[in-house]
């Protein structure tokens, strides 16, 4: 594959496996150096959402980084920045609230600026002894230390844990592999209650915030059942702790709602976003504060003394501002809802295959998993590496997919992740569902 520079100069994500050259985007595709052209159904990570090479975005970006390009936020705020801001304000699920909003560069730094906000939250009201966070099992909030100390991805987790700060994890909610052997509704929501079990053993006192993904993103595609997130909200406000919500994988439309916890009519005290917030135009995230938030740390210490270099950089936040203007004038979100409808139904029928053990999802954020019994939902063993197989194959078709691995146990177990942008036509979901199983079914065929 050519690469069009010396690929020796690049340290990549794997020295194993071959990683291709892309030159140039259009909609819903990707090309890469030889000029063979690639349907992008997963949006990179779940990040491109208007498609690629709009350029009346890119345009925006050009006139921006040509009229100011930097400045520092502890200096300066560019008038985008304030005008992107008032945007989602408008956006947050509670309209009432006075919400105020941090930009970061992306999501793991959101995550991080979430817990420093959560920490002088509490410093502000004179309680320094809360500090632990709790965090949910099989969840993944980001890359950076912090981040991934809450993140409950074993897989991810295992090689760095001598370097993580302790976190306290509940069971997830997930009901096709429930870790607590139990089945929705008889269940009573034991996952859930696990919450409020958790604080009681850590210590009310010493419990500031619990983080979760209101749809599960890379590690599982999990979604909760009906009363999981309402159950959470009135623990959270029994006990007096915040609720943060991590969307920057599901925020700005992906679900079919601007933000997914509005599927349940859950309001959080803090929502993060990222990924679908500038549609991979340009690096951003954005942490949403709910007003009894930063009025607290306004009256209590006054300020949060944390930042980042690109905090509120001008030409990532116009490309922001832009993207969700262009969302909005296009009806996207609600492309989403319902071209995610009929990819959803279009992935059931894979269901029919041996291998499929589970499809899962909320609008254009759907996951498959892949078992090798179907009525035990055994994994596949680890060293057969299913979900990178596919993906080869996959690739092979012209078709990208998002594969993960670890889901059964945090070693075997694998699934794709499919969130390709909104503007995905019925006749391109089509191509890609009968790819797929053209594609397992060769697999099938190697392996039998």
């Not at 942008?421 to 019925?426: A, H, K, S, W």
Request: charged share 20%; with cysteine.
């Amino acid at each position: 594959m050519s690469s069009g520079g010396d690929d020796e100069a690049i340290f990549p994500r794997s020295f194993v496996r071959q990683t291709l050259t892309a030159v140039r985007g259009q909609g819903v595709y990707i090309e890469d150096a030889d000029g063979k052209r690639y349907l992008d159904a997963c949006g990179g990570s779940a990040v491109v959402a208007i498609g690629h090479g709009v350029q009346e975005v890119v345009a925006v970006l050009s006139e921006q980084a040509s009229r100011l390009a930097y400045v520092h936020s502890s200096q300066f705020y560019a008038p985008v920045a304030y005008e992107l801001a008032s945007f989602l304000q408008g956006k947050f699920p509670d309209r009432s609230q006075n919400v105020r909003v941090h930009f970061t560069s992306g999501g793991s730094e959101a995550i991080e600026t979430a817990v420093k906000i959560v920490r002088q939250y509490w410093l502000s009201r004179n309680q320094p002894q809360r500090t632990r966070i709790l965090s949910r099992r099989q969840s993944y909030h980001g890359a950076t230390l912090g981040a991934l100390a809450l993140s409950g991805s074993l897989r991810r987790r295992r090689p760095f844990e001598p370097l993580l700060p302790p976190v306290d994890h509940i069971s997830a909610c997930f009901c096709y592999r429930c870790p607590l052997g139990l089945e929705f509704p008889a269940c009573d929501l034991a996952c859930g209650q696990e919450l409020e079990q958790a604080i009681t053993k850590v210590g009310p006192d010493k419990v500031a915030g619990f983080i979760l993904e209101p749809v599960v993103g890379a590690s599982s595609g999990a979604v909760p059942p009906e009363g999981y997130l309402r159950l959470v909200r009135e623990i959270c406000d029994r006990q007096g702790i915040l609720l943060i919500a991590d969307e920057v994988m599901t925020g700005a439309g992906r679900t079919g709602t601007y933000f997914a916890v509005e599927h349940w009519n859950l309001v959080p005290d803090i929502i993060l976003l990222g990924k679908g917030l500038t549609s991979g135009y340009a690096p951003l995230g954005a942490v949403l504060a709910g007003e009894k938030v930063w009025r607290q740390i306004q009256q209590g210490t006054g300020g949060l003394d944390h930042g980042f270099t690109y905090q509120a950089h001008p030409p990532s936040v116009a490309t922001g501002l832009a993207v969700q203007r262009y969302i909005e004038k296009n009806a996207l979100v609600d492309r989403a809802r319902d071209r995610g409808a009929y990819l959803a139904k279009r992935l059931e029928e894979l269901r029919a295959l041996p291998c499929v053990g589970d499809v899962r999802g909320k609008g254009l954020l759907q996951t498959v998993e892949f078992v090798a019994d179907k009525k035990t939902c055994e994994p596949f063993p680890a060293e057969v590496k299913f979900s990178d197989r596919l993906f080869d194959a996959l690739q092979e078709r012209g078709v990208v997919v998002y594969p993960m691995r670890g889901i059964a146990d945090g070693n075997k177990g694998d699934h794709i992740l499919i969130a390709p942008p909104f503007i995905i036509e019925e006749q391109q979901i089509d191509f890609l569902v009968e790819q797929i199983a053209a594609a397992l079914q060769e697999m099938g065929q190697e392996t039998g």
